[in-house]
């Protein structure tokens, strides 16, 4: 059993820098991939970063690549999000996930995680 909580989000200007932090808890962290995903208003959860359970593999969306680097210390059992030249279309609800059953790889589809935290929000403003 994981048990994620993500933490960092706040209000900010275009071109400003975020970190999010994720919180796990549990003995299997170590175990698992993670990643990153999104939802604003009105529209479907997306993929944003994943991180292998080593952290020698990672990817990245489109949208956030050169911008976002994803990171993960399995010894404070903590994943990380370093936001930087955020755009108001990053403005979304950024949410935490564990994957199970994979860990030399990461995915990228939202359905292939177990475990998520409850979300925090990012606002940036033009």
């Known amino acids: 059993q994981v048990q994620l909580v993500e933490s960092g989000g706040g209000l900010v200007q275009a071109g400003d820098s975020l970190r999010l932090s994720c919180a796990a808890s549990g003995r299997t962290f170590s175990s698992c991939s993670m990643g990153w995903f999104r939802q604003a208003p009105g529209k479907e959860r997306e993929f944003v970063a994943a991180?292998?359970?080593?952290?020698?593999?990672?990817y990245y969306a489109d949208s956030v690549k050169g911008r976002f680097t994803i990171s993960r210390d399995n010894a404070k059992n903590t994943m990380y999000l370093q936001m930087n030249s955020l755009k108001p279309e990053d403005t979304a609800v950024y949410y935490c996930?564990?994957?199970?059953?994979?860990?030399?790889?990461?995915?990228?589809?939202?359905?292939?995680?177990?475990?998520w935290g409850q979300g925090t929000q990012v606002t940036v403003s033009s």
């Open positions: 996930a564990a994957d199970i059953r994979r860990t030399v790889v990461a995915s990228t589809d939202l359905h292939e995680y177990d475990y």
């Open positions: 991180i292998s359970w080593s952290g020698g593999r990672t």
